[in-house]
């Protein structure tokens, strides 16, 4: 099967058919607090541009530009999260699929594909699925979810940051920083705190 984005340097296209394929990729599995946010974008392929990389190498300022380009250039595209309690009880694993898996069913249209960062599929989605170990740097796609999930979580984290300032989230953004261990060993934990993560009770 040919793909409009095959000549984009996208590894796993065959599933995708007149390139309405979405990629999909979360932030926030490791931070001892705040949401797991995911989300999936379905991009034209005539708008992918070299700096549309893995959110992990881009500085702060350049993901916040690639977001605005992102999103006023998107087919469609949708956010989802998950708080720090379902995180508690659904363990980590399992709300990041629960947070991909909302994401994508909020997408309109419905993509032909999902391309999806790491080694597993989303389950309850009858969606055909390509799942990529380092799909942020291996396809322009998941790196598109991946700058738009990281930029909203580190907006969410500013936001918590006023809402409790002694812990510095506006600077780690729940990350296990010296910063922030230190913090919480003076102050305890937070209301968005992962109270299952080591770290974080004890």
């Known amino acids: 099967m040919s793909c409009r ?3 984009k340097g996208c590894k796993g296209w065959e599933i995708c058919k007149d390139g309405l394929c979405a990629g999909v990729d979360e932030a926030g599995r490791g931070p001892l607090a705040g949401p797991v946010v995911a989300c999936a974008v379905i991009l034209p392929p005539e708008c992918f541009t070299p700096d549309i990389r893995d959110s ?3 500085k702060p300022e350049k993901r916040r530009e690639l977001y605005r380009y992102i999103t006023s250039r998107a087919l469609c595209w949708a956010a ?3 708080g720090p309690r379902e995180i508690d009880r659904l363990n980590i694993l399992r709300a990041t699929f ?4 909302s994401a994508v069913l909020k997408l309109n249209p419905r993509p032909r594909g999902l391309i999806i960062d790491g080694p597993y599929g989303i389950g309850g989605l009858d ?3 390509v799942s990529l170990v380092d799909g942020d740097s291996l396809c322009p796609l998941v790196a598109a979810a991946s700058i738009l999930a990281k930029v909203i979580r580190d907006r969410m984290m500013s936001f918590y940051h006023r809402l409790y300032p002694q812990y510095g ?3 780690h953004k729940g990350y296990p920083t010296r910063e922030h261990r230190e913090a919480l060993r003076r102050f305890g934990p937070s209301p968005i705190h992962r109270m299952s993560f080591r770290g974080v009770n004890g």
């Open 80 to 82: 989802a999260s998950v």
């Open 98 to 101: 629960e947070a991909m898996r």
């Open 169 to 171: 989230f506006d600077r």
């Open 5 to 7: 984005y095959a000549s």
């Open 56 to 58: 992990k190498v881009l």
């Open 127 to 129: 969606i055909p699925q």
